[in-house]
């Protein structure tokens, strides 16, 4: 088990009611898992999304890692793009290795219980 993982993600403008632009005017982008897990804290902030080179609009192999918890937001997961991706044929493969996309509950989740593979996924781990 491990606390980071490699997943497809879409990048799309988050459309909360309550989304609001961050302190830079960038409004905040939603990541939709489309092979592997991520962490369903998937709503970045702008300015995040475009210092890790994140563009709405496009796909990404991403590698999410957990990091420290906030003791006011909780779990928190940092991101990094490992490269665009734009062949179709490499979607389609990489469902093989990671399984399909799908949001792990960040808050049920213990600090080192993922694992990438299909039957494997830990969502929660009892106490």
Excluded: H
């Amino acid at each position: 088990m491990k606390n980071s993982n490699l997943a497809i993600v879409s990048v799309s403008e988050f459309q909360g009611k309550e989304s609001e632009p961050d302190k830079n005017g960038l409004n905040p982008v939603y990541l939709t898992p489309i092979c592997g897990v991520i962490p369903n804290r998937n709503v970045i902030a702008g300015t995040v999304a475009q210092n890790t080179g994140l563009e709405i609009g496009k796909s990404y192999l991403v590698k999410w890692s957990r990091l420290e918890d906030d003791e006011e937001y909780g779990a928190q997961f940092g991101y990094t793009k490992v490269s665009e991706v734009n062949d179709q044929m490499m979607i389609i493969n990489s469902e093989a290795s990671l399984g399909a996309g799908r949001l792990l509950d960040a808050e049920n989740m213990s600090k080192s219980s993922v694992s990438t593979t299909n039957t494997t996924v830990a969502e929660s781990q009892g106490g």
